[in-house]
């Protein structure tokens, strides 16, 4: 142990004890922040994570924003959503459509935000979309379809995840 002018010295009696009242160390200064304050100011801050972008393989132009600030609540709804009841067996694609269709926050081409008619950003349950991808359902038929490779859907959730 290092030690300089800083360390204050106890004396200890040969029985082991320390007398309290003989022991000459000042408080901490209330105005001095301790490593543990900061830690403290450090772990009470609400934790956010930026937007994140992905390319979408095999769609050249084509992207996605997604907010990866995900709850536990939304995780285990979503995982008991992907569960097939009968073998209790999680849908590992199914589970990646609701992780894309949940957090997405836009659709880019050429780096352009694609909106609809009325302006709105395009998302996987706007009518534009199911159209374009021949399907009824966003999820997970309009998710899949837009990806059109299940890896490729996969890897994007886990992205989000990450």
């Not at 301790?34 to 095999?58: C, F, M, W, Y």
């Amino acid at each position: 142990m290092i030690m300089d002018n800083k360390d204050e010295i106890i004396t200890v009696p040969a029985g082991g004890a320390v007398d309290q009242n003989k022991q000459n160390i000042e408080p901490k200064s209330a105005s001095k922040v301790t490593v543990l304050d900061q830690l403290k100011e450090e772990i009470s801050k609400q934790v956010t994570r930026p937007d994140i972008e992905i390319a979408v393989p095999e769609r050249e132009g084509v992207s996605l924003r997604f907010s990866p600030n995900i709850t536990n609540e939304q995780l285990k709804a979503w995982r008991r959503n992907s569960t097939n009841r009968k073998t209790d067996e999680l849908d590992s694609i199914k589970f990646s459509c609701y992780v894309i269709g949940n957090c997405l926050n836009g659709i880019y081409f050429n780096d352009e935000l694609v909106e609809d008619e009325q302006g709105h950003p395009l998302n996987f349950t706007s009518q534009p979309l199911l159209d374009m991808t021949g399907t009824t359902r966003p999820l997970p038929d309009a998710i899949r379809a837009f990806f059109a490779v299940d890896p490729h859907l996969e890897s994007a959730a886990l992205k989000i995840l990450d």
